[in-house]
């Protein structure tokens, strides 16, 4: 199994790309963008109140211990 799960995917072309991903143990979503070869960055989603976004149907219960 796969920890991170893309859930929506955007390109602008071939020099960017950016994609929302899921980690399915946690259900916490982070946004990655990329920009041609060059390394991107990573950040989770947060909401209004600055708290991880989070979504619980996406997280795997075989494996969640929290």
Same mark, same amino acid.
């Not at 799960?5 to 020099?15: A, D, F, T």
């Given at each position: 199994?796969?920890?991170?799960? /893309?859930?929506?995917?955007?390109?602008?072309?071939?020099?960017?790309?950016?994609?929302?991903?899921?980690?399915?143990?946690?259900?916490?979503?982070?946004?990655? /963008?990329?920009?041609?070869?060059?390394?991107?960055?990573?950040?989770?989603?947060?909401?209004?109140?600055?708290?991880?976004? /989070?979504?619980?149907?996406?997280?795997?219960?075989?494996?969640?211990?929290?």
């Amino acid at each position: 199994m796969r920890r991170f799960k /893309v859930i929506y995917s955007q390109s602008n072309g071939l020099w960017s790309k950016q994609e929302v991903l899921v980690d399915t143990k946690t259900g916490i979503n982070y946004l990655s /963008v990329r920009y041609g070869g060059y390394p991107g960055g990573l950040t989770p989603l947060l909401d209004r109140e600055g708290k991880p976004t /989070v979504t619980p149907e996406y997280i795997e219960r075989d494996d969640y211990e929290g």
